[in-house]
Structures are given as C-alpha cells and as structure tokens.
Nanobody
Framework: VQLQASGGGLVQTGGSLRLSCAAS????????MAWFRQAPGQGREFVSA????????FYADSVKGRFTISRDNAKNTMSLQMNSLKPEDTAAYYC?????????????????????WGQGTQVTVSS
C-alpha cells in the first residue's frame, strides 16, 4: 500500500482543516487506518484510528470532540476533519495503515503495528 497525505496548511486558532490520505496498491478495505502527528522536538503521537469498514473509530483525548476521522473505501481515501484548531495541534501529520480485522484503542496507538506510512503533511496553527 502506498499512502499519500495532503491537506495541511496554515490556519488561525479556531479554524478548520481537512486532511486526506489517498491509498493505492492493494485492497484498501483490508486495512485499518490511522493518523499520527509529530510536533518539532517531540515524538510521534497517536491522533485517531478507524477500522476497515469505518464503523469503529478512536481518538486521542486531546482531539476528541474536535477531530473526525472517516474513510471512503470506494475511493481508497481516508480523511481527518479538524475543527477548533489550537496552536498545540501544530505538527506534521502522518497517515498509516495496517492489516487488522478489528481494532482497539490500545492496538491503534501502537506505531509499530502499522506497516505502511505516508509522508507527513504540515499543519500550523497560529495564535
């Protein structure tokens, strides 16, 4: 699976952005998907995950209620709608994929379980 993330940019506090992750190469709906982010000088952290069908999702506490993850298996895409953005959301955002019939929050957080990663897309939130 090849993943291509896009949609990052510069936005003011309180603004919104929509990130997209386009997948190619293999059957997209065999893969659970996730978003991670990495701020300058910090480690990469879990943001959100979605199962193969799109029926089960998880979020980090820091983004719960503000971000929404979704996927369109017919279009081989995954999205992250980010609302009410804060300066602390500033980071490079990465999409990732792993084969999984079901997902749990703990499993979704484990970066080592993801086989495929896209390049980062930068999100900068100005105060």
């Amino acid at each position: 699976v090849q993943l291509q993330a896009s949609g990052g940019g510069l936005v003011q506090t309180g603004g919104s952005l929509r990130l997209s992750c386009a997948a190619s190469g293999r059957t997209f709906d065999n893969y659970a998907m996730a978003w991670f982010r990495q701020a300058p000088g910090q480690g990469r952290e879990f943001v959100s995950a979605i199962d193969r069908s799109g029926g089960r999702t998880f979020y980090a506490d820091s983004v719960k209620g503000r971000f929404t993850i979704s996927r369109d298996n017919a279009k081989n895409t995954m999205s992250l709608q980010m609302n009410s953005l804060k300066p602390e959301d500033t980071a490079a955002y990465y999409c990732a994929a792993r084969r999984a019939s079901g997902i749990t929050l703990e499993g979704s957080r484990a970066q080592g379980r993801y086989t495929y990663w896209g390049q980062g897309t930068q999100v900068t939130v100005s105060s």
